[in-house]
């Protein structure tokens, strides 16, 4: 493969411009054209339920364009129904005119070729998953919500309820889709009902079309990388998604390139912008999609990164939920962080420098930034713990 040669340096950027880390930062109130524009960078929000410092998908649009009110996404996704929550990169969030490009998962799963678990239950049960959908049809609900929920304990759902895998394998193939009330609960209620009809009738792409598309996507918002990179940034099947990403680039609809380092070759979208530097500094969340793909974090920026929650406190080697620090086109640090209501401030419990960076002057650009994180999750303060190399330097500053 021949194509354009990149420095390390230029991919980073590259890849920073792709997810919108050069955009303007809003001079005032963040609204909803400002949301609607962080997605249509990185395309998709992953979703996760563990609230340390605030739920994950808050965190990336707080990373690119400083504090905004929660409240905003969520009315945007689930009382506007903009965007639509489906099986992409793990569970997301995505603009709801994407769900054609999703249909052949569904068709798959229908088909008992993905999620044989629920495929089982679903041809079991299958009047009581037809009862099930029957209530949704009449109103929104829970799993909860259910007349016959069916509390089941030591099958292989372990003590989720009976009623909730059915809700999930109707989620599965397309029958209904989910909102959120508070506490980040699930409502089900009809696809149909969530999704406008103008996209539902839109004719169905085969599984080849939308992965290609999927793959230009993920391009898009990658800037640049490698076929894997790009294959994970919707989690295609890692074979289909290699024939997709020959075919897309045989088209030219994507830019074979060469980048410093990388023993592999990479890609690169067409319209993809090389800035002459990328400024600012944020935290990141874990699920962020700068190092959600933790080969691709570590290809790029030497950042070896790893979510400690399933490792034994005595093991942990940073802490328990810890996010990266991105200043300008590096991750220089990582902060273990804990929102602590009942005490109504931001914990910072542990503080780690990147090798050879400078303690004093990153501690100095922190700072702020950990205040307004602080006001951002609802909090009014920031309390320093004592962990870490970086710890002694922020805590200098007051």
């Known amino acids: 493969m021949s194509g354009r040669e990149l420095s390390l340096s230029q991919a980073r950027r590259i890849a920073l411009a792709a997810q919108g880390f050069t955009d303007p930062i809003p001079s005032g109130r963040v609204d909803r054209r400002h949301l609607r524009r962080v997605i249509g960078r990185m395309k998709l929000l992953q979703l996760d339920s563990v609230p340390v410092v605030i739920r994950t998908q808050y965190l990336p649009p707080f990373s690119r364009l400083g504090r905004y009110e929660p409240s905003l996404l969520d009315r945007i996704a689930y009382r506007d129904d903009e965007w639509f929550e489906a099986w992409a990169h793990e569970a997301s969030l995505l603009p709801v005119d994407d769900e054609p490009l999703l249909r052949w998962q569904k068709q798959r799963a229908e088909q008992g070729e993905t999620w044989s678990n629920l495929v089982e239950l679903a041809r079991r049960e299958s009047g009581y998953v037809a009862d099930v959908l029957a209530q949704v049809k009449e109103r929104p609900l829970t799993a909860g919500e259910l007349t016959d929920p069916r509390r089941r304990q030591g099958e292989w759902w372990g003590s989720r309820s009976l009623g909730s895998i059915a809700l999930d394998w109707l989620f599965r193939i397309g029958a209904v889709g989910i909102r959120r009330r508070g506490n980040f609960t699930k409502e089900f209620d009809l696809l149909e009902r969530i999704v406008p009809a103008n996209v539902l009738a839109q004719p169905t792409p085969s599984a080849e079309e939308a992965q290609r ?37 045989e088209e030219g609809r994507l830019e074979p390139v060469a980048v410093e380092g990388w023993s592999e070759p990479a890609y690169m979208h067409p319209s993809a912008r090389l800035p002459r530097s990328v400024e600012g500094l944020t935290v990141l969340s874990p699920f962020d999609p700068i190092v959600w793909n933790r080969p691709r974090a570590a290809r790029l920026w030497g950042f070896e990164y790893r979510i400690e929650i399933y490792v034994p406190a005595s093991k942990r080697v940073y802490g328990y939920y ?36 400078d303690h004093g002057p990153l501690a100095e650009r922190l700072r702020p930034h950990l205040v307004e994180l602080a006001r951002f999750v609802g909090v009014d303060q920031v309390r320093y713990g004592s962990r870490g190399d970086l710890m002694a330097a922020l805590r200098a500053g007051g």
Do not use: C, M
Not at 222 to 238: H, M, T
Not at 330 to 341: F, G, N, P, S
């Open 322 to 357: 810890v996010l990266p620090v991105l200043s300008g086109e590096k991750l220089v640090a990582r902060l273990d962080l804990k929102t602590d209501r009942s005490a109504g401030a931001l914990s910072v419990l542990g503080a780690y420098a990147e090798p050879e960076v």
């Open 213 to 249: 598309e999927l793959v230009v996507r993920s391009g898009a918002a990658l800037g640049v990388g490698l076929a894997g990179d790009l294959i994970d940034y919707y989690r295609l099947p890692l074979r289909e998604g290699r024939h997709r990403l020959r075919e897309v680039a």
